[in-house]
């Protein structure tokens, strides 16, 4: 345990490492403030003295009067606050170099990763870690660090100090310390399973605010979200009675620490102490004031302490999290990989399982595309189909196998010469809360205004385009939210014609197309798959019958493979797929007297 906790700490310090100069530099500041509010405290105990003492009174070989004792008590009192607030400012300023560093570096990793590992591990968890965790960091290093530097040095000049002017009261007040500390351990006390069942609670509620989110309109057509979101609801019930439980725990202790640790107590003993003292004629009166004034910074010092443990495990919980996914391997690449000369994609005993799942999602999957043909992917669900187009432009990287394109493997080739050979439309469109233009040239980011209206015009949503006030620059909103779902799936042809890729990756665009925009988008997949190599995934038969062959998977297996008249013949799978198909399009709503007419 104590290794792991070793661990834990030397974690969070290597990931905070880029602003440590911040950090030492903050504690510092705010040890020095401390050293110069206990000064300032003496100061006040000496004014005190000197109006006992009729105006004046020898210290330290100095005259102490009223005048001089109150300026060197407003520069102490300054010179504190300045101290403390250039700290802060300094841990403030090195928090937000690491919340960049960090992001920067998270985003630079992810694009590293296997998309795959991306969609896989879902947009909860990657929020967590990019935004909850670095803030939390964040929070540390702002917040928590500067108050080390005063929580360790405090306690210790000013026991010094009482213990020189009086041990009696020194014992008396570290009595009250040492108390407190001890109920203040227990309060905090913490396990790693407690603190990764809150976190993981904290991850479901991401995860399912998210999704409860996108489906609000689902949600307001359909019910209140009490059904259709309980996975929302029982996530917040989750983290309620994980939080109430770690409250209880320690509820009784953390009271206790808290009153033990705030001033009044040790002011109450030190002062009852100190009428003794004064009573017996062994303690003076300044003494008293000055061992009464430092003993509550003493112990107001340690009151942070509870707050940076708290600050101190979310930090390493987050640190942790962030080391995780940074430690993560990206994706092997080349940096000078091989050029394919042609366009011929071969899958040659192809066998993959995703992550943390032991079935096979492929197995010795082997397929040729010529190129400038087209080869559709059918089969039931959960048949393997997106995950052979998903392979091609490499969103994980195969168990066991190749695939080649013009004979070579594309994990020799660049990412660059990759998705400059491969482009994929998928069937879930996607556009960014930019203008439509740049929605577009996200493809090709040096295209010209001509390249792209030319894009435009083959993906049939020019004329659309131009029929907004402001065209081209027009937003497409959150989500593409201001388009249609016909409007949006051009515009991503759009990109693709664009990009001008020799091989296309089409997940049916046409599945959710409305009649009016089928044609369209029908129109704008002809501009973008001319004299190219297709794989595509498809939903509606009718659309395959003239492709130049059909890849028929079942249970991440290819078990036909063919022309579409050919398949029908061996009456198989597909010829059952095909009977189903036809038997929906005859499928329509009748009216419910039209029986009796």
Known sequence: ???????NYSVLW????PVNPYIYSAMLLHALGSVA????LLLLSL?????FENGSLLFLGINWRLSNTLVSLGLAGALAFILSSTGFAVSHLGALNLEVDLRTRLAEHMAQLPLGHIITNGTGSLKKVVLDDVKNLHTFVADSTPLFGRSYTAP???AILMFVIDWRLAFIALSILVTGIVAMSISIKDTHEIRRTYDNSLSSINAAVIEFVHAMIVVRTFDDGTSSFKRYHNALESFRTIFIEWMQKCDRSTRISMTLLSPLPTMAVVICGGIIFIGQGTLTLPAFVAVLFISTVMVDAFMPLMWLSSFLKKAKAAAGRIEEMLSLPPMPLVEQGQLPEETTIEFTGVDFSYENRTDKALNRVSFTALPGTTTALVGPSGSGKTT????LPRFWDIDKGAITIGGVDIRNMTNDVLMNTVTFVFQDTYLFHDTLANNIKMAKPDATREEVIAAAKAAQIHNFIMELPEGYETHAGDRGGRLSGGQRQRITIARAILRNTPIVVLDEATAFADPESEEEIIKAISSLTRDKTVITIAHRLSSITNVDQILVLDKGEIVEQGKHDELLINKGIYAGLWSNYEAAQAWGLQAKGAAHV
Do not use: C, G, Q, Y
């Not at 345990?1 to 661990?7: F, G, L, W």
């Not at 290597?14 to 490492?17: A, D, G, L, T």
């Not at 004014?47 to 109006?51: G, H, Q, R, T, Y």
């Not at 052979?388 to 392979?391: H, S, T």
């Open 1 to 7: 345990m104590p290794d792991e906790k070793s661990n």
């Open 14 to 17: 290597r990931i905070i490492k």
């Open 37 to 40: 509010t206990i000064v300032a």
């Open 47 to 51: 004014v005190v003295a000197v109006l």
């Open 156 to 158: 210790v000049v000013s």
């Open 388 to 391: 052979v187009a998903r392979l």
